[in-house]
């Protein structure tokens, strides 16, 4: 009998949901096999196809968002490593990008990234290395102005060392904190993913200095087996505080 995504049959009583199991292929590695059978049977992925968006991760943001009420109408929104798109689609719709709620201000949605990204319905997508000497000036002019929110899902290039990646991703986000600073309105929110391993501390010494409230979470969507949280800083203060180092001392790479 035909199933439906919600894991009942179409006559409408309940049935357990189906496990899809995938058989190896000559050549496929058993890792990428079971990576591929996880997202068969991943209901945020299957959630992320039937309401489309365009991947998983989507709803990372959406319920940092339940929790911490960023993405609010009006706001403008810089979301750095944007592709594929999914954390833009939630600030669209969140923001009122596209003025379809009556009554409510219309927010701004800015998508930057290093590789190109297939346009998104009501975001502003840019080719750019947000290292760049000038990218928070070009954001800046982008927008018409400050930013009330950056947001980041980036993370480096794996290299199969755990502590190697850790730091690598700590190094990525201090940069991007960096970035926030320049671009944030006062009041503003930083959110982005860290790795657990211990070299955050750092980073959270940084952002409790220049932002009033600073929360390590992780998801429901976040998977129980990773090491991934992200970092909810609000209430930017509005101008740049070091946290263990020289005023106008960038973080090391």
């Known amino acids: 009998m035909a199933k439906t995504p919600s894991g009942k049959n179409s006559s409408g009583r309940g049935q357990r949901e189906l496990r899809v199991r995938v058989k190896t292929a000559k050549g496929r590695k058993l890792s990428s096999t079971l990576w591929l059978e996880r997202q068969l049977n991943d209901p945020y992925v299957l959630r992320a196809k039937k309401e489309g968006y365009r991947g998983r991760a989507a709803f990372k943001i959406l319920e940092l968002d339940d929790k911490f009420r960023f993405l609010v109408p009006g706001a403008r929104v810089v979301d750095l490593g944007c592709a594929p798109g999914g954390w833009c689609q939630v600030a669209v719709q969140r923001v009122n990008a596209l003025g379809e709620k009556s009554g409510k201000k219309v927010g701004t949605v800015l998508g930057v990234d290093l590789q190109e990204v297939t346009p998104i319905t009501g975001a502003e997508i840019h080719q750019l290395d947000f290292l760049e000497d000038d990218a928070d000036e070009k954001v800046k002019t982008w927008l018409g102005g400050k930013a009330d929110v950056v947001m980041s899902d980036m993370a480096a290039a794996a290299s199969g060392n755990q502590q190697v990646d850790h730091l690598r991703i700590i190094t990525l986000c201090e940069h991007a904190a960096y970035f926030a600073f320049d671009v944030l ?18 980073l959270l010494t940084i952002l409790k200095k220049n932002f009033t409230k600073v929360a390590n979470v992780k998801p429901p969507a976040s998977r129980k087996d990773s090491s991934e949280k992200f970092v909810v800083a609000q209430g930017f203060r509005g101008k740049r505080h070091e946290g263990g180092a020289e005023d106008g001392e960038e973080p090391a790479t």
Request: charged letters at 30%; aromatic letters at 6%.
């Open 185 to 202: 309105e006062e009041g503003g929110t930083f959110v982005a993913k860290v790795l657990a391993g211990g070299a955050e501390q750092e």
